[in-house]
């Protein structure tokens, strides 16, 4: 991994291949290992840069102790401010997995000049019902009470497909591992933002990216069908549903996502 200052961040990152850049951003609460089948694949024809949100995997942050919230624009912020510590003029292919996919629309809001592309995997563009949103605040206090194992576990069952839990428990429980060592702190933060995230719906037909959206059949948490309307309100998307797959279509059929993103890029 290497290490770089942003503002008020260290943020950690895998760096490999060279070219044009492919940012990975990953889900909640995970870090860059979610792409470990993506990363090596994919830099045989771009650069990849597969970052750790601040707070997550070996990144540091967040300050601001048990009260504190990182938005979707703040984790995009971040971003911006690795490309340009690492001197990244050029537009780059922005590939994110749900919560990466609400910082990804937040970075095309915000950083709009610095993208060429977008892949958008297992994620949505509507913001949280007011229920969600309340379950998200109230999970951030249990989370802060009990530590990460609970959220770790109820989310699990959500993340995979049941064949995918039942084929690949080494794959599983590294998944586990991330979850459960996700520092409490970093895990409220991130409810706290991802509970006010803005709503991109109405935005979506003024995204003219080129932009592939993903998802995996049985994902759960956002399923098919929002999905492929999202990609319907995009000028210029193309649609795959990942078949066999759940949310974390990119760990559980890597072969077709990377096959289907080598041939996007
Ligand atoms: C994720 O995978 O990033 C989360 O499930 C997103 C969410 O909770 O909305």
């Known amino acids: 991994m290497r290490r770089i200052s942003v503002g008020e961040v260290e943020l950690a990152f895998k760096d490999r291949g060279a070219g044009p850049v492919l940012l990975l951003v990953h889900g909640f609460p995970l870090d860059h290992s979610m792409w470990s089948e993506q990363i090596d694949a994919l830099a045989i024809r771009c650069r990849v840069i597969a970052a750790d949100l601040r707070g997550f995997g070996e990144s540091a942050g967040p300050g601001g102790g048990d009260g504190a919230k990182t938005t979707m624009q703040q984790y995009a912020d971040d971003l911006a401010g690795l490309l340009d510590a690492l001197e990244i003029r050029e537009p780059i292919t922005f590939c994110g997995l749900s919560m990466g996919g609400y910082v990804a629309w937040q970075f095309w809001r915000h950083h709009r000049e610095r993208l060429e592309k977008l892949i958008l995997c297992d994620t949505r563009a509507a913001s949280d019902t007011p229920e969600g949103a309340q379950g998200r605040l109230a999970l951030a206090?249990?989370?802060?009470?009990?530590?990460?194992?609970p959220v770790a576990d109820s989310m699990l069952p959500k993340l995979f497909a049941?064949?995918?839990?039942?084929?690949?428990?080494?794959c599983v429980e590294?998944?586990?591992?991330?979850?459960?060592?996700?520092?409490?702190?970093?895990?409220?933060?991130?409810?706290?933002?991802?509970?006010?995230?803005?709503?991109m719906t109405d935005e979506l037909p003024n995204i003219e990216l080129p932009a592939l959206l993903l998802c995996g059949e049985h994902d759960v948490i956002t399923p098919v069908a929002e999905m492929r309307d999202?990609?319907?309100?995009?000028?210029?998307?193309?649609?795959?549903?990942?078949?066999?797959?759940?949310?974390?279509?990119?760990?559980?059929?890597?072969?077709?996502?990377?096959?289907?993103?080598?041939?996007?890029?």
């Not at 049941?162 to 080494?170: A, D, F, M, T």
């Not at 459960?180 to 709503?199: F, K, V, Y």
């Open 141 to 149: 206090g249990t989370v802060l009470a009990e530590g990460s194992l």
């Open 162 to 170: 049941p064949r995918s839990l039942e084929s690949n428990p080494p």
């Open 174 to 199: 590294a998944t586990k591992r991330v979850m459960a060592s996700t520092r409490p702190a970093t895990i409220a933060a991130a409810l706290r933002g991802m509970a006010e995230r803005p709503d």
């Open 230 to 265: 999202v990609a319907a309100a995009m000028p210029d998307s193309m649609f795959h549903v990942i078949y066999g797959a759940g949310h974390i279509s990119p760990l559980e059929r890597p072969e077709r996502v990377n096959q289907l993103i080598l041939d996007f890029l």
